[in-house]
């Protein structure tokens, strides 16, 4: 018979919310790093698939994503951007934008120049908020987990 505890059993397993703090800070750090990706639209669905895969908390990771969202969308995307044409050498070769000729017929040729930094810069910076993610993420879990033992009464593993 299918009750309320057996879907709750599903659920926490889906999740895996008994899972270490070091599994649950790297799922987080991998949402982070998703989260910078340049793919707009697929950082949910990229999100949820390798959790899947790599069998991390879902949750986790889907709450990393979320670090990209409409507030830090342009700063995370125009510092990747700036950050990948520092680093990638050729400010001479890019031209500015025409953006009151941009059309899609001719978008293609202007934004062209722009990809490789672009790419670049999105990567490197998911690569770095990745890595300062998952400290970050260790220590909240763990505080958090020494904290509800501590009010619980039950010894902290």
């Known amino acids: 018979m299918v009750t309320i505890s057996y879907w709750r059993g599903k659920i926490r397993a889906m999740l895996h919310l008994d899972d270490n703090p070091h599994r649950?800070?790297?799922?987080?750090?991998?949402?982070?790093?998703?989260?910078?990706?340049?793919?707009?639209?697929?950082?949910?669905v990229s999100a949820v698939f390798l959790a899947w895969v790599l069998r991390l908390n879902t949750l986790a990771v889907v709450l990393g994503t979320l670090l990209n969202?409409?507030?830090t969308f342009a700063p995370i995307f125009?510092?990747?951007?700036?950050?990948?044409?520092e680093i990638y050498g050729r400010h001479h070769l890019l031209h500015p934008i025409q953006w009151h000729e941009l059309t899609v017929v001719n978008a293609i040729p202007q934004l062209e120049p722009y990809l490789?930094?672009?790419?670049l810069g999105t990567t490197l910076l998911g690569i770095a908020?990745?890595?300062?993610?998952y400290p970050c993420a260790y220590y909240f879990v763990k505080e958090y987990r020494h904290l509800r033992?501590?009010?619980?009464?039950?010894?902290h593993v």
């Open 129 to 133: 908020a990745g890595a300062i993610a």
């Open 149 to 155: 033992h501590r009010a619980e009464g039950t010894p």
């Open 24 to 44: 649950i800070a790297l799922a987080f750090s991998l949402g982070v790093f998703i989260g910078f990706s340049p793919f707009i639209g697929l950082h949910l």
């Open 116 to 119: 490789i930094p672009f790419l």
């Open 78 to 85: 125009g510092t990747s951007l700036w950050v990948g044409i």
């Open 69 to 71: 969202n409409p507030w």
